[in-house]
């Protein structure tokens, strides 16, 4: 029997695409269903009725946490699952349960107004990187080098930004490059090691950055098996910190991109992301 699956997104990038054109050799039917007409809400809506299994890649702070919330409870089974995904959707809500978890982090503050923004300079000192609470792609996110004009920057957090948009995160800049892990199920299917190029401080794959693969790492897989331990098997891009003291977690995307390091790793992400919901599937 061929499976038929949802690729749940607010537009079709080069993953989707990739996922869509492998699809058929996997014996999968996949098709692309925009986030934004999913008529979630009632038990016969057709991206429920009509797939076997939704696979989330909405790169919205909320559409995908929702839509995966409502398909579960109507009984759809769903890629990721509600609970890790609205985890993932939020940078402190993720801190606090790792590190609750006693999974490595960065050292961070919640920054809710300019009187806690001050508090986080005192405490955690310049360079200080602030970035939103919900986002990612390396956008929104400040390097504050000089404590002098840190309250210059705020200014745009209160002056530019919704109250949803002012949650922010400040944590200890700790420079360099990050590794990102992408995780299919319980293995670390490719990992890359990303460094700014440029003038450009951030080291995001989205962003173009300078790669190189990275091999088996016994340090690396003990973080990620403790992450997946935390939020379940499922498709991850677990972006890390190298220190001296050992890797700390920055950030785990739900709906990770992959294409810097398939790139960089030669590995075939999109065939192992099928594999994997065959594997769900049954």
Known sequence: MK???????????????????????AGIDAEWVNDESLGLGHRDAPAVRDHDLLLIRSRSYTRGGLAATLA????????????????????????????????????????LSRKDYGRAL?????PLVLKPVHGGMGKRVALVRDPDLAHSLYDYVEDLGHAFEQACLAEEYLGGGSVRCLVIGREIAAAAEFESAGTDWRSNAALGNRSRALGQDPEVRKVVDGVVDLLGPGIYGVDLFRTPDGYLVNEVN?????????????????????????????
């Open 3 to 25: 499976h038929r699956i949802a690729i749940v997104a607010d537009r079709l990038g080069w993953e989707e695409r990739r996922l869509i054109e492998a699809a058929p050799a």
């Open 254 to 282: 739900h709906a990770p991109a992959w294409r810097g390091v398939d790139s960089t790793t030669e590995a075939d992400i999109a065939s192992s992301v099928l594999r994997y919901v065959q594997e769900v599937l049954g």
């Open 72 to 111: 579960e409870a109507d009984g759809a089974r769903v890629l990721n699952t509600a609970s890790a995904i609205h985890t993932c959707e939020n940078k402190l809500a993720l801190r606090a349960v790792l590190r609750a978890a006693e999974i490595p982090v960065p050292d961070f503050r919640l920054v």
């Open 122 to 126: 005192e405490e955690l000192g310049a």
